[in-house]
């Protein structure tokens, strides 16, 4: 069989019967369009949870240690947190809890009145200790973070967060100013670099840090944490550190066996995962819509395939007559079908494409194409083509010639 | 050529077997131009369909060429048939949406050789279309597809040309022409097996097979 003109052949059958090989191509068309915008945008949604969450958190190596048994949702504070969680807790957890590299003290308030001159806002305020930037990996955009001595020493610095920077000092230089928070006054030490929007949407710098100790005595008067983030050496040894903090927290606190724990303690790693797999179901609905739309479309070209050979046994009977085998009659369709899928599949793609574009567009996500989505769309297609075209060929193949002739 | 011994071909129809041949035996010479009659139902388009290589028979011995192709595999008959045999037919049978010239090129794809647009275009020359190479089957009259028919049947060169009435579609001049043209080919040497009503047609034979309820009877040997 001379293989280049049998397929140029077929190429010419297909196109001299568009309307045929365009109904054809529409299921896979419709179904392949829908699976490379689900995976696209799912996978981009995925990427974008996971880099909200790293906005926030910094980093994943990390597990948060929070008052109160009931797992808080949204941002604790002063306001809505048991005084359960000490400062020594936290010098007793970093010392001796062996999982631990190191740990931040945190004593947030929100709705504290921040001014300066006639400008004011309520910028969350947060007192950390001074490690915070090393173990959050945030950056300092503008001057310089508090260093340990001012923790000791109760200093009255305040770092800006980049939304209240801008928000407090629109058109001037804020470093070395004096804002107020509360009553009282702080010299403006540096300026955060922005770190974008949280798992929410919402900003994550309009904030305010100053010193653990300078919050606790002089600000708010309170000798409890609201949250304590501690590294761990070995990201994979998240739960054994809870663990360890439970048993220790539990001696500390005189719990009695059976009582509730008066802490709770999460891993941001364990969250996530949680986060980017739930919130799927509509995701998986619409992927067995998208799974069926392209089924479908397989089952659409073997109906029209099928009505094709029947209609085809003249066509058949005289191939057969001239000299196809019946391996020859089969290999036919089999090609036309995998060749309609192909082209059906290419275009779907090519909307897919198209379509993710818009909806990365109306929902303000990356634009995301993954070379693998578009490859396993391509095989998906042909594929698609081979099982469901390999019947029809079948039937094609096995038509007696004589009977087809005599019709 | 063509050596037919004790050929019988049986089909089940609904369970009860049917002979459409029995013990049919005969010869056919290169060159020859063999006529084969009989009313319908008789068993002509059976024997026409062994010689074709498109059914095989249920006993006996068919030798094409010196070669037995009595049991071959669906593969080899297929082989032999776009080697060694040309078919017409009474219906055209072209292929729809598919120009007289793609037409012709046909049998070629199936052949173990090179595609030739211009061997293709100097048969459709042959039987005088040179000027509808690119016309689709349904813009040509019945006499033109025939020809065109013919000029699929010679592309690949065959020793043998079977024709199932190939004039019963036609007018009588377009009749004519085909049937002029058949003659031309035998004339230069090609082996031709007829199946044909047509008196007239018939009468041009050299030789008359004629078959009646499968059974073969040589009629008349003209000098």
């Known amino acids: 069989m001379n293989v280049l003109h049998f397929f140029r052949s077929i190429v010419r059958t297909l196109s001299?019967?568009?309307?045929?090989?365009?109904?054809?191509?529409?299921?896979?068309?419709?179904?392949?369009?829908?699976?490379?915008?689900?995976?696209?945008?799912?996978?981009?949604?995925?990427?974008?949870?996971?880099?909200?969450?790293?906005?926030?958190?910094?980093?994943?190596?990390?597990?948060?240690?929070r008052p109160g048994s009931s797992k808080n949702r949204g941002m604790v504070s002063l306001t809505n947190v048991e005084p359960s969680?000490?400062?020594?807790?936290?010098?007793?957890?970093?010392?001796?809890?062996?999982?631990?590299?190191?740990?931040?003290?945190?004593?947030?308030?929100?709705?504290?009145?921040?001014?300066?001159?006639?400008?004011?806002?309520?910028?969350?305020?947060?007192?950390?200790?001074?490690?915070?930037?090393?173990?959050?990996?945030?950056?300092?955009?503008?001057?310089?973070?508090?260093?340990?001595?001012?923790?000791?020493?109760?200093?009255?610095?305040?770092?800006?967060?980049?939304?209240?920077q801008k928000h407090l000092f629109p058109d001037e230089d804020s470093i070395g100013k004096t804002i107020r928070i509360g009553d009282v006054p702080f010299i403006v030490r540096g300026v955060m670099v922005a770190r974008g929007a949280g798992p929410a949407g919402g900003s994550l710098d309009n904030l305010i840090f100053i010193p653990v100790t300078?919050?606790?005595?002089?600000?708010?008067?309170?000798?409890?944490?609201?949250?304590?983030?501690?590294?761990?050496?070995?990201?994979?040894?998240?739960?054994?550190?809870?663990?360890?903090?439970?048993?220790?927290?539990?001696?500390?606190?005189?719990?009695?066996?059976?009582?509730?724990?008066?802490?709770?303690?999460?891993?941001?790693?364990?969250?996530?995962?949680?986060?980017?797999?739930?919130?799927?179901?509509?995701?998986?609905?619409?992927?067995?819509?998208?799974?069926?739309?392209?089924?479908?479309?397989?089952?659409?070209?073997?109906?029209?395939?099928?009505?094709?050979?029947?209609?085809?046994?003249?066509?058949?009977?005289?191939?057969?007559?001239?000299?196809?085998?019946?391996?020859a009659i089969l290999a036919q369709f089999l090609l036309e079908a995998v060749l309609l899928s192909l082209a059906g599949g290419i275009v779907g793609i090519a909307l897919g494409i198209g379509g993710t574009?818009?909806?990365?567009?109306?929902?303000?996500?990356?634009?995301?194409?993954?070379?693998?989505?578009?490859?396993?769309?391509?095989?998906?297609?042909?594929?698609?083509?081979?099982?469901?075209?390999?019947?029809?060929?079948?039937?094609?193949?096995?038509?007696?010639?004589?009977?087809?002739?005599?019709? | 050529m063509i050596?037919?011994?004790?050929?019988?071909?049986?089909?089940?129809?609904?369970?009860?077997?049917?002979?459409?041949?029995?013990?049919?035996?005969?010869?056919?010479?290169?060159?020859?131009l063999v006529v084969i009659r009989g009313v319908s139902g008789s068993g002509k388009s059976t024997l026409l369909n062994i010689l074709g290589c498109l059914d095989s028979p249920s006993s006996g011995t068919y030798l094409l060429d010196g070669a037995d192709v009595s049991h071959k595999s669906d593969a080899e008959l297929s082989r032999i048939r776009s080697q060694k045999i040309g078919f017409i037919f009474q219906s055209f049978n072209l292929l729809p949406r598919t120009t007289a010239i793609e037409n012709v090129e046909l049998p070629m794809i199936y052949a173990?050789?090179?595609?030739?647009?211009s061997r293709a275009a100097a048969m459709l020359a042959r039987v005088g279309l040179a000027h509808r190479e690119r016309h689709f089957a349904t813009e040509l009259s019945g006499g033109e597809q025939q020809r065109v028919a013919i000029a699929r049947a010679l592309?690949?060169?065959?020793?043998?040309?079977?024709?199932?009435?190939?004039?019963?579609?036609?007018?009588?001049?377009?009749g004519a022409g085909v049937m002029g043209l058949l003659h031309d080919l035998n004339d230069e040497g090609r082996t031709i097996v007829l199946v044909t009503h047509d008196d007239a047609v018939a009468s041009h034979a050299r030789r008359v097979l004629m078959i009646r309820d499968g059974v073969l009877r040589e009629s008349e040997v003209k000098a």
């Open chain 2, 3 to 32: 050596r037919i011994e004790n050929i019988s071909r049986t089909y089940s129809r609904d369970g009860v077997p049917v002979t459409a041949l029995r013990e049919a035996t005969f010869n056919i010479d290169a060159g020859d």
């Open chain 1, 357 to 407: 574009q818009v909806v990365s567009r109306l929902q303000r996500l990356p634009f995301l194409l993954q070379p693998e989505a578009v490859l396993a769309a391509t095989l998906l297609s042909i594929g698609l083509g081979l099982l469901f075209g390999v019947y029809p060929a079948w039937r094609a193949a096995m038509t007696n010639p004589i009977d087809a002739l005599r019709d």
């Open chain 2, 155 to 174: 592309i690949n060169d065959p020793a043998l040309i079977l024709a199932d009435e190939p004039t019963g579609n036609l007018d009588e001049s377009a």
């Open chain 2, 112 to 117: 173990d050789r090179e595609i030739s647009r």
């Open chain 1, 214 to 327: 300078t919050a606790s005595k002089r600000l708010f008067n309170r000798d409890f944490l609201t949250m304590l983030i501690a590294q761990l050496k070995d990201p994979d040894q998240g739960q054994l550190a809870i663990e360890h903090i439970q048993t220790l927290l539990r001696a500390r606190h005189h719990l009695a066996p059976g009582a509730l724990d008066d802490f709770n303690v999460t891993n941001p790693r364990a969250v996530m995962a949680q986060v980017t797999t739930t919130g799927t179901t509509i995701r998986k609905l619409l992927l067995i819509v998208a799974i069926l739309a392209t089924g479908i479309g397989g089952i659409v070209i073997m109906s029209v395939t099928l009505i094709g050979v029947s209609e085809r046994r003249k066509e058949i009977g005289v191939r057969r007559a001239v000299g196809a085998s019946r391996n």
């Open chain 1, 16 to 65: 001299r019967n568009k309307v045929r090989a365009m109904l054809m191509m529409a299921g896979v068309t419709i179904g392949i369009a829908s699976l490379t915008i689900l995976t696209s945008i799912g996978e981009s949604t995925r990427r974008e949870t996971m880099k909200r969450f790293k906005n926030m958190l910094g980093t994943f190596d990390t597990v948060i240690i």
């Open chain 1, 85 to 164: 969680l000490k400062f020594d807790d936290a010098t007793a957890i970093a010392t001796q809890v062996p999982e631990i590299r190191q740990l931040a003290q945190v004593q947030n308030a929100l709705d504290i009145d921040v001014r300066y001159r006639d400008r004011s806002g309520t910028p969350a305020i947060f007192g950390v200790s001074s490690n915070w930037l090393e173990l959050r990996g945030d950056e300092v955009a503008e001057a310089e973070f508090f260093s340990e001595d001012d923790v000791r020493s109760l200093a009255r610095v305040a770092i800006l967060g980049a939304d209240a």
